[in-house]
């Protein structure tokens, strides 16, 4: 899939093939959904090339014009020699957004490390709220983090009389992996508490034995959130972030030219 995960890798290489060749007076469509090589396409094949790329197309006015608004690709001897493979304006989107994702992500952490644990468990939990854990109701989320409250950071009332509820421990850790000694106590307070499930979110990570015990017993739902994934979380429905920016990728409506 491309980095969108909206379309497969092969279905969008192919579509901005037939762009670029389109663009370069190689092919033209000939009705919907069919394209048709031309005769410049034909005077090409004639040469017995062995590829066509980028570089390739750049003999051609039409391709170059074209490309003058957003930069254009030069030949070089690398790609004189093999075929390269281009990457279609879908990935590249995709890709400069994931380094700007992560970016963000890593702003992120660092900031929640600076901040109180008792401002971090409460944006923990208005991050399980802003996911739909929990009512819509401000008073559906409660900080409990404090000395005696026997390992449990923060309850979110999944109903008004509070009969289902998710119990919350939050560690804010700079490096130190969260180890399974903290995940069995978090399971003990459950126990106190006649539950079973839970959430454990840390800035860190945890070690191995701390996963495996959070799985060792079926009958508990333990739920581990490390830094990374709290990141990519927070990122995804927008608590600690805001939008600075959107862009549209358009494409053109074949049905609504169609129905003309």
């Given amino acids: 899939?491309?980095?969108?995960?909206?379309?497969?890798?092969?279905?969008?290489?192919?579509?901005?093939?037939?762009?670029?060749?389109?663009?370069?007076?190689?092919?033209?469509?000939?009705?919907?959904?069919?394209?048709?090589?031309?005769?410049?396409?034909?005077?090409?094949?004639?040469?017995?090339?062995?590829?066509?790329?980028?570089?390739?197309?750049?003999?051609?006015?039409?391709?170059?014009?074209?490309?003058?608004?957003?930069?254009?690709?030069?030949?070089?001897?690398?790609?004189?020699?093999?075929?390269?493979?281009?990457?279609?304006?879908?990935?590249?989107?995709?890709?400069?957004?994931?380094?700007?994702?992560?970016?963000?992500?890593?702003?992120?952490?660092?900031?929640?490390?600076q901040k109180t644990p008792a401002q971090f468990e409460k944006f923990v939990l208005l991050l399980l709220q802003g996911m739909g854990y929990g009512m819509i109701e401000e008073n559906a989320i409660e900080v409990v983090g404090q000395s005696g409250d026997f390992g449990i950071d923060g309850i979110i009332y999944q109903d008004k009389l509070g009969i289902d509820r998710i119990y919350v421990q939050a560690k804010k850790w700079n490096d130190n992996k969260v180890q399974s000694k903290e995940i069995r106590d978090f399971i003990g307070s459950l126990s106190l508490r006649g539950t079973n499930k839970g959430v454990f979110i840390t800035t860190s990570r945890f070690t191995d034995d701390a996963l495996r015990a959070a799985t060792m017993n079926p009958q508990n739902k333990i739920i581990l959130i490390d830094g990374p994934k709290l990141a990519d979380f927070a990122i995804q429905f927008n608590i600690g972030v805001q939008v600075k920016k959107r862009y549209e990728l358009k494409d053109i409506d074949q049905d609504f030219f169609d129905e003309l």
Wanted: glycine share 6%; charged share 25%; hydrophobic share 40%.
């Fill in 1 to 113: 899939m491309v980095p969108s995960g909206q379309q497969p890798l092969f279905k969008n290489r192919v579509t901005w093939a037939v762009t670029y060749l389109k663009k370069a007076g190689l092919l033209k469509a000939a009705k919907r959904g069919v394209y048709q090589i031309t005769e410049a396409g034909s005077a090409i094949l004639k040469q017995n090339i062995d590829y066509i790329n980028l570089a390739y197309l750049e003999q051609f006015d039409a391709y170059k014009e074209w490309t003058g608004s957003f930069g254009k690709t030069e030949a070089t001897p690398e790609t004189e020699e093999k075929p390269a493979v281009s990457e279609t304006p879908e990935e590249l989107i995709g890709e400069s957004l994931a380094r700007v994702h992560a970016s963000i992500a890593a702003d992120l952490l660092e900031t929640l490390k």
